[in-house]
């Protein structure tokens, strides 16, 4: 996969890191404060994580890419001096990663940045690292990004009645009884008139979808309402999602579709199946858990989803991104059973989901992390100008491939206002 953004090629990931981590006053909007170059960002309803610079990266593909990354995140921890004022989630030594969808996929990486700056309720922090000692640098509000480009779509009818009949064939596999669940992606191209500025979605996106996780590494950005897992202090959440409605623009008329997406059998087996690839997921690793036996209905400004917070206790060691690796792919965005739905996807899907739909987040020094799931996202291609969203559904028994089709659109919905609005 091109890589507009990284640039890794400085990089010497040997050197011990030197890291600290400072309090400082509010700086404002987090987003405002990244450059045009290697910026990443990980923010929600205003507080989080932007960050730039590059003090270490570490690309790999394949089945063990967690597993890969998780003991080169490790052997950095081990031999880097960190000194901490603060001592909050993703306060210290962080890494962003994002990880393939697939074991064959291109784009799983990590990155240490050079310069974190954090905040989490009420207290802000900036966090520096490198070979050696630096002091932190002037924070800059980039506040005037200028108006944004002419952007193209390219998705004729064409592709979307191919697309539609993917999902008929999926429902007929389904019908054969070979598996009860399949999430189908589909992809849009954008192409802009310059290069993407992605400081431009990335604002936009925060200021529409506070509930959701925005994120940016490496030219893969987006708007996820789902988290894989988060890790903090032996404490285990993840958010299910599966099942959605779109809404009508209406408070009222919305009200009623809510009601009638937590009773419709069709959206509930969609989510009982992605609530138990959870469960089971989490289950060797956790003790004490809770899954609510009833979804509730997450109102999102496009759509609705049925949502279920699965938590847990941690039972011994392991770190945020063991846990996305025993979780990847859940049946949101893989299907049930695992192993046939991922073998179908690949076989009648047609597309290289690339970062889609695989982790994206953070982990810190003690293993504690965040790794949504890539949804509601796009990649910077080629030089920049090009930009690919995508967007997918849980097709099961009784799904309508029209529907299905009109909700992918829904779905798109944010990352294609954010390429166009002013
Ligand atoms: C696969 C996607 O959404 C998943 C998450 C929530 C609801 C979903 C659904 O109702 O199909 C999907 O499982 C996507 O946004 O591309």
Not at 43 to 53: F, T
Not at 107 to 130: F, K
Not at 272 to 295: I, K, Q
Request: glycine share 10%; charged share 25%.
């Amino acid at each position: 996969m091109s890589n507009p953004i990284a640039d890794p090629s400085s990089v010497d990931d040997t050197a011990p890191l030197v890291v600290r981590t400072r309090r400082i006053d509010d700086p404002g909007d987090l987003l405002a404060l990244l450059p045009p170059d290697q910026a990443l960002a990980w923010v929600h309803g205003g507080d989080g994580l932007v960050a730039w610079g590059r003090a270490a990266t570490f690309s790999t593909r394949g089945a063990d890419r967690f597993a890969d990354a998780d003991a080169w995140w490790r052997a950095h921890v081990a031999r880097s001096v960190s000194r901490d004022d603060v001592n909050r989630p993703g306060s210290g030594l962080v890494a962003f990663g994002s990880f393939a969808f697939a074991d064959r996929g291109e784009g799983t990486t990590l990155v240490v940045p050079e310069v974190v700056v954090g905040r989490r309720d009420g207290v802000s922090w900036i966090t520096t690292i490198g070979t050696t000692l630096s002091a932190p640098p002037t924070l800059t509000a980039h506040d005037d990004l200028g108006s944004g480009p002419a952007v193209d779509f390219e998705d004729d009818d064409s592709r979307r009645a191919r697309w539609r009949d993917t999902v008929a064939a999926a429902v007929d596999r389904i019908a054969a009884g070979e598996l009860d669940k399949v999430v189908l992606a589909r992809s849009v191209d954008a192409v802009s008139d310059e290069v993407v500025d992605v400081r431009r979605p990335l604002r936009r996106l925060a200021a529409q979808y506070p509930s959701c996780w925005t994120f940016h590494v490496d030219g893969f950005f987006g708007s996820t309402p789902e988290m894989l897992v988060r890790l903090e202090g032996g404490l285990v959440t993840s958010r299910v999602l599966a099942g959605t409605i779109r809404r009508s623009g209406d408070d009222h008329r919305d009200l009623a579709l809510a009601a009638s997406l937590a009773h419709s059998s069709k959206d509930l087996e969609e989510h009982e199946y992605a609530v138990a690839s959870v469960a089971e997921a989490l289950a060797p690793h956790c003790t004490g858990m809770n899954v609510p036996e009833a979804p509730f209905v997450l109102h999102l400004p496009n759509v609705m989803h049925l949502a279920t917070d699965v938590t847990g206790v941690l039972r011994a060691d392991a770190s945020a991104l063991s846990l996305a690796a025993a979780l990847h792919p859940s049946a949101a965005v893989g299907g049930t059973p695992r192993p046939a739905a991922v073998d179908l996807i690949e076989e009648i899907e047609g597309l290289d989901r690339a970062r889609y739909a695989g982790p994206v987040g953070w982990i810190g020094a003690d293993g504690d992390g965040e790794w949504g799931i890539g949804l509601r996202s796009a990649q910077l291609l080629d030089d920049g100008r090009r930009v690919r969203l995508f967007a997918g559904c849980g097709i099961v028994a009784d799904s309508v491939p029209a529907d299905e089709l009109a909700e992918s659109d829904a779905k798109l919905v944010p990352v294609r206002t954010s390429l166009t609005e002013a």
